[in-house]
């Protein structure tokens, strides 16, 4: 008689079992993922930013003397842009809440960009 740990259970052919009737239930579930709305005055937030941009959506709070030049994909220069602190409003999951944009550079006919290194730390 062979032993429950003996290889040749493992390797042999398995016994031939009674068969067995089963039923079997699909579900088809469709999503569609390319339905959304969005609304057009949104912030971005760009993985390999090091640092923000204040655009028209964001209000200024205060201003520094300094000015910083932000270059992007294919040489894009901003030249020259102010150092500011600004506010704006955005939505969390209970209410309406204030955000202040500190050593954010103003661009005032653009979008505000945020970089996610600061969000995900604060």
Known sequence: MKKPADICNILSSPK?????KRRINQHFIRYDVSRHSRNVFESLVDRGANGGIAGSDVRVIARMDRVVDVTGIDNHQMVNLLIVTAGGVTQSQR????????????????KTIHPSLQIEAF
């Open 16 to 20: 031939k079992l009674k068969s067995q």
């Open 95 to 110: 209410c309406k809440i204030l955000i202040i944009l500190h050593q954010y550079a103003r661009f005032p006919n653009g």
